[in-house]
């Protein structure tokens, strides 16, 4: 006995040190699994009792693995059957990480873009985006990291994407983000709405050529006016497009506003077809009752508007043209008609059409007078900043004067009857 208990205590010793060396590869291999033992210490006890505890360890190391392997296998059906359905999907649906590299793109990502997404995966997102996007694309992401501002994530963006090939096309993209173990995952659903924007462009079209249309029909009543609405669109535009670049309504002056102004201005004698022959076609001047029956044409265009816009489903210019019809012969000193508003108060629309109508009036034969050299015409408009004309405008004219001058010579607007220059600007324009 006596040799026997040494022998047995040197192998309890050593089957407790390969008891810990087990239990700390265990924990080592298993360090993060939920349903893994969170401490291995074998029990003091007899050999039997630690053989005992050794296949209780082996058992449980033994179902974990069996559920490991089923967890594994779900886990593969599970992306497999979520994979099917984004591949399934109609939109295109990008992923990429933190770093804007892209992880993956579904069957409809490939199709539209013309990567694979072997060939994509770990590039940047960039290679989807025309080369003048990168740095804006780029700044979003970083002010998004540094400040959180959500200018592109969650929020559904018009944006233009590009294709393998270099062709590029309109697609609607939202932007979300979500979490996985820490790490930031974006996901980009994008559309092409290539054929979308054709259409629109088509109504578009067609509906700027109808609002010409009825305004041409308006002006028809006038046999002298001759290419008024074109010289005066184009008149218009110019000042407004200087105004946008310089002076104090750059930051009134968009893009849109540029569309709706050459959509709208066009429209600013639309209430003309209510004044009657006798008023309108009048060779002398206006007694003072035809001239308020004259006046009438302003409210008469912004009503019908109105009326218009108010069945319209997309009615910013219409908006615009009421503003334009209405008060385009107020006066920046509060001298016009029909309400008598006054500098700022005057939409701006109003404001730059009142010059560019009253020049072209000033510039071309009417059944009421004969036509002004425009050195002349330029000369009237001057004297009156600060009365007629807001003095912003004054200089945008000033600044555009050759711009003006060409489109009087494109129109062929310069066969001119000359008048002398005795009259005022307003005198010699009258309603027209």
């Known amino acids: 006995m006596n040799e026997t208990t040494p022998t047995s205590t040197a192998v309890e010793r050593n089957m407790h040190h390969t008891l810990d060396s087990i239990r700390d590869q265990l924990q080592e291999a298993l360090a993060g699994d939920p349903d893994a033992p969170t401490q291995f210490k074998p029990p003091d006890g007899t050999i039997q009792q630690l053989q005992a505890y050794i296949k209780l360890i082996v058992d449980d190391v033994h179902q974990a693995a069996s559920e490991t392997v089923v967890k594994n296998a779900e886990l593969t059906e599970l ?30 990502a490939e199709r539209m873009f013309g990567w694979t997404v072997d060939e994509a995966r770990g590039r940047n997102i960039n290679i989807l985006m025309p080369s003048p996007y990168h740095e804006e694309h780029d700044g979003y992401l970083q002010r998004y990291y540094e400040t959180n501002e959500r200018r592109i994530i969650g929020i559904r963006r018009e944006v233009v994407g590009q294709r393998k090939d270099g062709t590029v096309f309109p697609m609607d993209l939202h932007i979300s983000e979500i979490r996985v173990s820490g790490r930031r995952i974006f996901t980009g659903i994008a559309r092409d709405i290539t054929d979308r924007k054709q259409a629109e462009d088509l109504l578009v079209a067609t509906r700027d050529v109808t609002v010409f249309a009825l305004a041409k029909l308006a002006e ?34 968009d893009d849109e506003f540029l569309k709706n102004l050459y959509r709208s201005s066009p429209l600013h004698d639309i209430g003309k077809v209510g004044i009657p022959d006798a008023v309108l076609l009048k060779p002398g001047s206006l007694s003072d009752e035809e001239f308020a029956i004259m006046k009438r044409h302003t409210t008469i265009g912004a009503e019908a508007l109105e009326s218009t816009a108010q069945h319209a489903s997309s009615g910013g210019f219409l908006a615009m043209g009421v503003e334009i019809a209405r008060y385009h012969h107020e006066r920046w000193n509060g ?34 007078k004969s036509a002004f050299d425009p050195l002349v015409a330029r000369s009237m408009i001057e004297q009156e900043e600060a009365k007629h004309f807001d003095p912003a405008v004054i200089e945008a004219f000033h600044a555009s004067w050759d711009a003006f001058q060409d489109v009087q010579k494109e129109m062929d607007g310069c066969t001119f009857e000359f008048a002398d220059a005795g009259a005022p600007a307003t005198a010699a324009a009258r309603p027209n």
């Open 79 to 108: 992306h497999a059957r979520v994979q099917a359905i984004l591949d399934g999907a109609a939109d295109a649906i990008i992923t990429i990480d933190e770093d804007a590299r892209i992880e993956s793109l579904n069957h409809e």
């Open 220 to 253: 028809s009543r006038d046999p002298e006016t001759g290419e008024h609405l074109e010289r005066m669109r184009a008149y218009s535009q110019i000042l407004a497009e200087h105004l946008a670049e310089t002076g104090p309504y750059t930051e009134q002056i």
């Open 335 to 368: 001298a016009g008609y029909p309400t008598g508003l006054a500098g700022l108060d005057i939409p701006l629309a109003a404001r730059i059409v009142a010059l560019a109508d009253v020049y072209d009036a000033l510039t071309s034969v009417r059944v009421y």
